[in-house]
């Protein structure tokens, strides 16, 4: 098939009809003989298939002494048109050769943008609105006569190829632990996201002056279970590094509010990091 057979044919007669429209109506028949006589290498049969799509679709209608004449619709085609074929000749005549066409632009390709993780504002939000406020509840009920309370801390340092594979890592971490605190730390436990790798267990008191001790050895052991199982099993996790830290402390008449028994615990978990790093 002749490259004048295809619908090159058609949309540069679909063009030129609204164009030649938009000045006043006339005949198709002198259309024809118009743009004929320019001898274009295109075949005569697009003129009459674009002539029909544009009745068709409202751009033209019949007008009087056989003449067609452009609608509203129309002119906004013909705008909508200019603005195709504008774009469409440079790069055309470029590919025929034209030395004197606009240069072809250069591909604008974009860095993409670094990932910008909000890792630690969500996790200081959390600690602010939810530990503290369970922490707050526990010591006003404590100090109206109340049962003691302890509060154990977990912290995973997480070494991995890429921060999104850590994240992920952390975030399977601190589900499958808050997840089943209550069969593996006790039923009157209650469990909570600490800072942005870490876990929080506060429990009651219920004769035994030992259980922060061991809460924080069953946290320490359960966060161990779950990191060791993970990166042995998923295959994007093997290589990532990690290191479970834990810390504890008991609530006691002495200590007046809630941020004072955090520090506490805070204070704990840094003391076994300090050891760690002198060993």
């Known amino acids: 098939m002749r490259a004048a057979a295809t619908g090159l044919a058609t949309a540069f007669f679909r063009l030129y009809l609204l164009e030649a429209l938009s000045a006043a109506p006339a005949r198709p028949g002198a259309l024809l003989a118009k743009i004929a006589a320019e001898e274009l290498p295109l075949a005569t049969g697009g003129f009459s ?162 259980r922060a001790l061991l809460l924080t050895s069953l946290l320490r052991a359960r966060m161990d279970e779950v990191l060791r199982t993970m990166t042995a099993s998923v295959r994007a996790f093997k290589g990532a590094r990690y290191r479970v830290r834990v810390g504890g402390a008991t609530w006691s008449a002495g200590i007046a509010t809630s941020g004072e028994i955090l520090r506490l615990a805070q204070g704990a978990l840094e003391r076994e990091a300090a050891s760690e790093r002198a060993a």
Request: no cysteine.
């Open 49 to 210: 298939r674009a002539l029909q799509a544009l009745l068709e679709g409202g751009y033209v209608v019949p007008a009087r002494d056989g003449a067609v004449a452009l609608t509203a619709l129309g002119a906004s085609e013909r705008i909508a048109e200019r603005e195709r074929w504008q774009r469409v000749i440079p790069s055309a005549a470029r590919l025929a050769g034209d030395v004197d066409s606009a240069p072809r632009p250069e591909p604008a390709v974009a860095e993409a943008a670094p990932v910008t993780y909000r890792a630690a504002l969500v996790a200081e939000m959390y600690l602010d609105r939810v530990l503290l406020g369970a922490l707050r509840e526990r010591v006003a009920a404590a100090r109206d006569g109340g049962r003691p309370f302890v509060l154990a801390l977990g912290m995973a340092d997480v070494e991995a190829a890429t921060e999104a594979t850590r994240r992920a890592i952390v975030h399977r971490l601190i589900r499958a632990t808050i997840g089943g605190a209550a069969t593996i730390f006790g039923g009157d436990t209650s469990a909570y996201r600490y800072g942005d790798a870490g876990i929080a267990i506060i429990a009651p008191l219920v004769g035994e002056s030992d």
